[in-house]
């Protein structure tokens, strides 16, 4: 015979299996992250509402606009109509009477509570009568308290601190409110047979560690709260160890042997090259890479920089072992405009050094595609640029040493894993476009080693960054003007959105801003616009255009955020501002301030000073070191948002937190290398 549901229900379970929850309800949860019971237990609570104190009616008086419970009996009912329906009933608990009002879910209310029925009220108390709220005989009131019946014999509630969950919109729009969800919740908490173990009981042991069956019901019912922090405790602790030992596993799938590779002539040879000095930020990069490169071990290093470093040339020199050695290598960008950006940049240098290049992208006719594939596969063309195609089964090598990722966090672990494929030997290299602080960078990026690029070159100017208040917008656009005309400068407008939305009228679209710029004050002037939506080869001769100073004024969404380089461009102007996270901003400040000329940033943005969002952009106009920057925005967005950290799993993280945590991450990090095992039992 077999064994029921519920003598199998686990972490694993599908939420439907809950009674209550329908097909409509689940798909809410679906919607919301939660398909699993599992699930479900990590939606903790987002606050407690305190029962634990009955207050005599009588005594409510004293309390304005605090919360407060009594328990007493419904004396009458009463729905109230007018422009709008309210339900109104009374309760009295023998020392005095008040009252309870509803506006929403009246039917509902209606139907839950009669007169005679003793309940236990929770809500915040409004007191009205007399106009000194605190003397006695007012009359109290609450508007939509929280309701339960109570039986005659008990005298106080059964939960004493009742959870109160977030909610989605997809969860009101299923009906699936707070009785409804705590109901579920604690229906998984009685039935549930089969809790996981992941740490191991040393780890248990050794930290004091509570049951994790206990930390999860103490989550959602606490005996007191003030106990919370210790079962909170286990919970970050559970989850920063899965993380660990997921970056182990990562660190180890990846770490394979290599091939020894040497750059021989061809550093001194592409040194000689460059028309500049590479900074010491650039030479210790450099010397670190060319190392690792010698190695028996596969390379799999994140080269991480500022806005301006020389990332580029610096991942160019670590490909140079490849080129001497006779094998090939493959530079990974995640936008057909990069692809192309890249190819210009790389193209001079591979030509000089005798390399043929070649850029693979999914605009290119099927004829010269299948020619680039096959001098790939034959080894003829030794560097092949691309985008997703990349990835593609049909592109191969002959012999694959390296593999540069740029924007590495627009790709995930599966796809760094779908390149190693195509030679398990070659390399990896991986670059970030937005600089982590030195201290979080072993924490977010655990499976990777690390080196940064923190000097800028000589002589750079800071941006100078400005927020721009409506009123004095017109004067930002004769200045701009000004400049264009007097010092031959060229200008970015960047813009939050390629159309026009009714329902966001405040938001800058880029046809709108187009429009309104050449047929305005820079009335006459070279303009021009792109974004996602514009054709690949138009946009390749607008870029080309703003590159070489035809164009002065080019209308943009943040297509321009990386990988762009116009020396000519000396002014950004950003709409929107308050759209974009602190990182981004940066990354579109960085496309100007790239030579010896005054540069600017204008920031336009609907906000205030005395806002969240004006304070975050003042923080922004006064700081320029993308290291501290990325810390401020990592602060305030979370890794998940900033980093591009979704397709890893570090967004499972629910109470603990990457920053925060930082310290605690490394000693359990140390503890998952020194042989800590999962479902280990020593």
């Not at 729009?173 to 579920?184: C, E, I, P, V, Y």
């Not at 960008?333 to 290049?357: D, H, M, N, R, Y």
């Not at 995930?412 to 390149?419: E, H, I, N």
Request: proline content about 6%; overall charge positive; aromatic content about 6%.
């Amino acid at each position: 015979m077999p064994r029921s549901i519920d003598s199998r229900l686990d972490f694993l379970s599908p939420v439907k299996l809950i009674p209550g929850l329908g097909a409509k309800r689940a798909a809410a949860l679906h919607d919301s992250g939660i398909d699993t019971i599992g699930d479900l237990l990590h939606h903790f609570p987002s606050r407690y509402i305190d029962r634990s104190i009955i207050t005599p009616i009588a005594d409510l008086y004293k309390y304005p606009n605090l919360s407060r419970t009594v328990i007493g009996t419904i004396t009458k009912t009463r729905v109230e109509r007018g422009r709008t329906t309210r339900l109104r009933i009374k309760i009295d608990d023998g020392t005095a009477g008040m009252e309870a009002l509803w506006f929403h879910g009246v039917a509902f209310f209606r139907k839950m509570l009669h007169t005679g029925m003793r309940v236990l009220c929770t809500g915040t108390v409004k007191v009205s009568g007399p106009s000194d709220e605190t003397v006695p005989g007012a009359v109290p009131l609450m508007f939509h308290p929280a309701m339960e019946s109570i039986s005659p014999d008990r005298h106080t509630p059964e939960i004493a601190f009742l959870p109160h969950y977030p909610l989605t919109l997809a969860m009101h729009d299923a009906r699936l409110h707070q009785r409804t969800l705590f109901k579920a919740v604690r229906w998984a908490l009685d039935n549930i047979k089969h809790w996981p173990e992941l740490l191991p009981k040393t780890i248990e042991t050794k930290k004091k560690i509570p049951p994790l069956s206990a930390c999860i019901r103490e989550m959602h019912i606490p005996s007191d709260p003030a106990g919370l922090p210790r079962f909170e405790a286990r919970i970050i602790y559970e989850e920063l160890y899965r993380l660990a030992v997921s970056l182990v596993w990562s660190r180890r799938k990846f770490r394979q042997p290599g091939r020894s590779l040497d750059a021989g002539p061809l550093a001194a040879a592409f040194r000689n090259l460059l028309p500049y000095a590479l900074t010491e930020g650039q030479e210790r990069a450099i010397e670190v890479l060319l190392t690792d490169a010698k190695s028996p071990l596969r390379m799999h290093r994140l080269l991480q920089g500022d806005v301006g470093s020389g990332k580029t040339v610096a991942a160019f020199f670590a490909c140079l072992p490849a080129f001497n050695e006779g094998v090939q290598v493959a530079w990974l960008v995640p936008t057909e405009a990069l692809a192309q950006q890249a190819f210009s940049v790389l193209s001079p240098w591979c030509e000089k050094l005798g390399i043929s290049l070649a850029v693979l992208s999914g605009g290119i006719a099927a004829e010269q595609k299948r020619r680039i594939l096959d001098r790939c596969a034959s080894g003829l063309v030794r560097c092949l640029i691309g985008t997703h195609a990349l990835l593609q089964p049909t592109v191969g090598f002959k012999k694959l040493g390296m593999i540069v990722i740029d924007e590495q966090h627009k790709f995930g672990a599966a796809q760094r894993l779908a390149l190693q494929e195509k030679d398990p030997a070659a390399d990896f290299l991986l670059m970030s476009a937005t600089p982590i602080p030195q201290t979080l960078a072993q924490t977010l990026y655990g499976d990777l080693d690390i080196v940064s690029i923190q000097s800028l070159p000589a002589g750079r100017i800071p941006v100078g960054t400005h927020l721009v208040p409506s009123h004095k917008r017109p004067a930002m656009e004769t200045f701009v003007r000004d400049e264009i005309l007097k010092n031959n400068a060229q200008a970015y407008y960047v813009v939050p959105r390629i159309d026009k939305d009714d329902e966001y009228e405040t938001i800058a679209d880029a046809q709108s801003v187009f429009d309104s710029l050449s047929k305005g004050v820079f009335s006459g002037m070279p303009c021009a616009m792109v974004h996602g939506g514009t054709d690949l080869e138009q946009q390749q001769r607008i870029m080309t255009g703003f590159t070489q100073g035809d164009i002065k004024i080019l209308v943009a969404t943040t297509i321009i955020e990386v990988g762009i380089d116009a020396p000519g461009a000396t002014i950004i102007i950003i709409e929107n501002a308050e759209r974009f996270g602190l990182s981004q901003l940066h990354q579109l400040r960085g496309r100007v301030g790239r030579s010896h000329r005054k540069s600017y940033c204008f920031l336009l943005a609907n906000t205030t000073e005395h806002d969240l969002a004006g304070q975050r952009l003042d923080y922004f106009r006064m700081h320029h070191d993308g290291f501290e920057i990325a810390e401020m925005d990592l602060r305030l967005r979370g890794p998940g948002e900033v980093l591009g950290v979704r397709q890893t799993g570090k967004d499972d993280l629910i109470k603990a937190d990457i920053i925060r945590d930082a310290d605690l991450f490394r000693e359990i990090l140390l503890e998952v290398e020194r042989g800590f095992k999962p479902n280990a039992v020593k």
